[in-house]
């Protein structure tokens, strides 16, 4: 076969899968395929879609990050804490960010120069920022924040909400960045062949740290967008996105072997998920139920890639 | 040249080890209660379930794997003891139920990377999140009061003046260390990690000795989910969040290590009395408990990366001789 054609067959089959979905959504809820609706499963994914851009670029070096969760509750608790305590808005903004950021350089730092495995390494940052975020916290729950702050996450340009434009924008530049850019032919060359990528003269220890200061900062940017949609900064709030964040990646297409992938293929993954809670939802399936159903989901997800690569080899 | 080959020695030390001196130095100062008799038993009774978590872990991690779900499991396994015996089963039962459970779990864990072929981490955070659901469905998020006095026992019981917990917890070592020195299984698992093809090519089924090494990982959270219930009195599916952090932290910083099948379960003894050391001396010094989780976390994760530099450097340095 064609090598075209059958590069095309994933993404074809992702998007019949998602049109599938929504199918069988409009047959549950006659609602479902309304604009108010679309644009309200768009903005729930927009989350998902912005944990999924930087952790794309970890998964594209065929490394993991398992702090991304902890990282978003770590910065959305951290930028709640100081707009309560009367700091500006983008100073706090922008400490929080820092924050988020520092945790992916400390990430990249100790899988690209220590040489820890990633998951042992991004697994630990992730107990040590859930652990800081109970010391801000102190078990509370932080509200009422001010209204140009809560703007990013319920605001609307025209009749787009802001966080789809945001989410719209930060895909547009990662896909420049990865498909277009020296460094992000870096990325991918790293992922396919490590050693080939060393000689080549990529800098590997430079990238490493690259791509998960990335994702500290884009599992950063989704914590501030979560509390200001949410109007409030919880603990727990960065929990759900470990799981769903790694499905929507490997969903989109993005192998856990590195070197193959796009951040267009990570948002489609990441509707999917969407739209999968959604019809839970509408299934009247209880929440306690979705850990479940969303581990099934992840199991499948990388079987179904590992199956295909197989299949195209 | 004395001085030089002492010094020598001094370097080959494992960071660890001058980390735990250096705790008891501090926690000898700051917590005056800490050197007592009656403490150092409690700090044996609290490294008892984290050390036949970690021996599970250890072996997992010997055949180049690794296990992500224990802390589920342990939850989950509490949760089904704590609920077959408020369904009036009685207590050898429910114990057997939870332990199935666990077994399960991780026989699960093992076909999916094994059979299936997933990635360690995925298979193994993926099985583990859904036991977590199984737990949080069944017990509607609640906890669940299990009192029975056998359960009980495990922690408060104490047998020839020695605390049951550790007598388990030494009984679990021993059994896994016949498993894992005198018998062709636990040859294999050490080969495993080291030669997989070699051991493709003696005729050994590679594939379930993988699949047995994860359901014994799971098998053993499940005893120390069962610990977890005894010292609590309850059921909760979130009983035992980031044990599996503590797990790898205390097998790592022990000495075995991802390549080539590195290590034993022997060495993980030093790691799970390092992080049950710093947890109890933060407890005896009064340290908050809010303040424990990130200060752990550090800890274990600092250590690690110390350990790594540590042996990359002896390494480096034989290698240069």
């Known amino acids: 076969m064609n090598r075209n054609v059958r590069a095309l067959i994933a993404p074809i089959f992702r998007l019949t899968f998602v049109a599938a ?98 998951f042992v390494a991004t697994y630990g940052a992730k107990w040590i920022a859930e652990g800081l ?9 932080i509200f009422g924040f001010p209204s140009s702050y809560r703007w990013v996450g319920v605001g609307y340009v025209g009749p787009i909400p802001v966080p789809i434009i945001l989410t719209a924008i930060l895909v547009l530049a990662f896909d420049f960045f990865l498909t277009k ?44 967008l979560m509390t200001a949609r949410l109007d409030a900064a919880e603990l727990g709030m960065g929990e759900p996105f470990l799981m769903q964040g790694i499905a929507s990646v490997v969903m989109g297409g993005t192998s856990l072997l590195g070197g193959e992938g796009r951040v267009t293929g990570t948002v489609i993954g990441a509707i999917i998920l969407t739209l999968v809670v959604n019809g839970l939802n509408l299934m009247g399936v209880p929440a306690l139920w979705h850990q479940i159903v969303l581990g099934a989901v992840i199991l499948t997800a990388v079987f179904i890639d590992l199956q295909m690569k197989k299949w195209a080899n | ?88 089963l009685g207590i050898w039962w429910a114990m057997l139920g939870g ?14 990377v094994a059979s299936v072929g997933l990635p360690p981490f995925i298979a193994t955070l993926g099985v583990g999140s859904m036991a977590y659901g199984v737990g949080l469905v069944l017990t509607e998020g609640q906890s669940i009061q299990a009192l029975d006095p056998v359960l009980l026992f495990l922690t408060n019981g104490s047998l020839a003046g020695v605390n049951m917990s550790i007598i388990l917890a030494a009984a679990v070592f021993g059994i896994c260390w016949l498993l894992m020195y005198e018998t062709a299984f636990g040859r294999n698992v050490i080969s495993l990690g080291g030669n997989p093809e070699a051991l ?106 110390l350990d790594v530099r540590f042996r990359q450097t002896v390494e480096g340095g034989l290698k240069a001789q």
Not at chain 2, 99 to 112: E, K, P, S, Y
């Open chain 2, 1 to 88: 040249m004395q001085v030089k080959t002492l010094l020598g020695q001094w370097r080959q030390i494992p960071p660890a080890i001058w980390i735990v001196v250096l705790m008891c130095l501090i926690y000898g100062k700051v917590a005056p209660g800490f050197f007592t008799l009656s403490n150092l038993t409690n700090v044996a009774m609290q490294a008892a379930p984290l050390l036949i978590v970690a021996v599970g872990v250890t072996t997992v991690i010997l055949t180049e794997g690794i296990d992500l779900s224990v802390g589920f499991i342990m939850g989950l396994v509490s949760v089904v003891v704590s609920l077959l015996l408020k369904a009036g």
């Open chain 1, 133 to 141: 975020a109970l010391l801000l916290m102190q078990g509370q729950i």
């Open chain 1, 181 to 224: 850019t020296v460094v992000g032919r870096d990325i991918y060359a790293l992922g396919s062949n490590r050693d080939a990528a060393y000689y080549s003269g990529v800098s590997v220890c430079k990238i490493t740290i690259l791509v998960y200061t990335l994702s500290g900062l884009t599992a950063g940017i989704a914590g501030l």
């Open chain 1, 21 to 118: 979905l929504c199918i069988a959504l409009t047959i549950m809820n006659e609602n479902f395929l309304t604009w108010t609706n679309i644009i309200n499963v768009l903005r729930q994914a927009t989350l998902l879609v912005i944990v999924g851009l930087g952790l794309t670029a970890v998964i594209l070096t065929a490394g993991i990050d398992l702090s991304v969760g902890g990282v978003l509750a770590l910065v959305g608790c951290t930028t709640a804490q100081l707009l309560k305590s009367g700091l500006p808005i983008p100073v706090a903004v922008l400490i929080g960010l820092a924050v988020g950021t520092a945790v992916g350089f400390l990430n990249g730092v100790m899988v690209g120069v220590i040489k820890l495995p990633p």
């Open chain 2, 99 to 112: 332990l199935g459970a666990g077994f399960l779990c991780g026989l699960t864990n093992g076909v999916m």
């Open chain 2, 200 to 305: 493709r090519v003696v005729g050994v089924n590679t594939r379930r000795v993988s699949i047995l090494v994860y359901g014994v990982s799971g098998l053993l959270a499940a005893v120390a989910g069962l610990l977890v219930a005894s010292r609590t009195g309850s059921g909760y599916a979130a009983a035992a969040m980031g044990w599996d952090f503590d797990a790898i932290g205390a097998t790592i910083i022990g000495g075995t290590s991802f390549e080539e099948g590195k290590g034993g379960i022997g060495k993980t003894v030093l790691g799970v009395l390092l992080i049950s050391i710093l947890r109890n001396g933060l407890n005896v010094a009064g340290v908050h408990n809010m303040y424990q989780f990130a200060l752990i976390g550090l800890v274990v994760l600092g250590t690690i990366v």
